[in-house]
């Protein structure tokens, strides 16, 4: 089957790309600039198609794929055309987003994309996969849940050493304006930036300070789980929460302003090579997940997996591979799709039910 990887000029799109060829895939790449795919068609040998995802829906039509990855961000405004324009042409839609209002965007077109028999698919990067499948797992072992926390902490090995690609702090960037949020009784609400901070015990053994932050799993694991209050944390410095809690208001006034914005985005490209081959293949990331009832019931679970960006790579490939197997409709997220243990396909990935 036939399928495209757009936005392949990217960092992770040629994460995508390297991962993809590695598994015998020759996927028809795309993106908007002709000049960029060019020169990487001819290296890696593949077809390539250059357009911009406001002409999505009249160019996909003609070219006879089953299936887009779509790897360009920020999706605030890739998501949405690039979604429709798979619905109009009957071919299932993958990204690798975690921004929340493009993940409800996507559960919006439930309905729709089941009358076409086509799947959209979004959140299969590090944000959502490993968080997804892991709250899946500890739902699955308290049905009675109520409340759900989930943690993500990439700040173990390496610090803040380039952590982060361009595009995810671009797409940070972006999201900036929107504040914080997190579920209550099945409504995503706003939650200030550093509230709720909070210390929980990671994978590594280490209690790490954390604060709420809008994690994709705010709309995913309400799909994945049914629970109703769902509140997503990530690890992150002392001095960065305590600066969050004093000037978050500023950080939310300043994303308003597109110029500011911009410029942002401007020094982030200029600036941010994005994580190192050598952190990719080193650094872990760590999840946990709790479950707890209105009796005081609770069910936890931790996960120690690869990089985030190595591991996005993998599973965009792996989550591609299983859509085109079939069988496949609907608006879903990854564990959903393929269950709480899709994640432990990944090499040296471990999930521990006690520390
Ligand atoms: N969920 C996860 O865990 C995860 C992991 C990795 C990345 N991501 C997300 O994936 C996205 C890409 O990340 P990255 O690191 O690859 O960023 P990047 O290096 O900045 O690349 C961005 C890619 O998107 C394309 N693009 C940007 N805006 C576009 C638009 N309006 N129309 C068409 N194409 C557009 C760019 O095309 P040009 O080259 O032509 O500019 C480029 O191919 C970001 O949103 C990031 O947050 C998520």
Redo the contacts with the bound molecule.
Sequence with gaps: MAWMLY???????KLLLDEAIQRGHRPLIA???EE?LKPLAEAYNVEYVAF??DAAAERLRGLGVDLVLN?????L??GAPMMDACLHAGAHYLD???EFPVLEAAFARDAAARERGTLILS?V???VVPSDCLARYVADKLPTATHLEIVVDVLGAGGLDSGA????L??MIEMSPQGGRTRRNGTLVPVDFGAEARRFRMTDGQDVLTMAIPWGDIVTAYHSTGIPNITTYMRLPPFFIAYAQRFGFLLIQSGRSAVIRSTMKKLIDRFVP?PSEQRRRTARSYVYARATDASGNEAEAWLDTLE??AL?AKTGILAVERVLEGGYRGAQSPAQAFGADFILQLESTRRYDTL
Excluded at 165 to 168: L, N
């Design positions: 936005g392949v000029t990217g960092y992770t799109g993106g908007r600039s960029k911009g995802v790897a360009a961000g920020p999706y405004y890739t690798i987003t975690g959140g990067g590090f944000d690609s361009a595009g995810t671009k797409s994005g985030a960006y996005t």
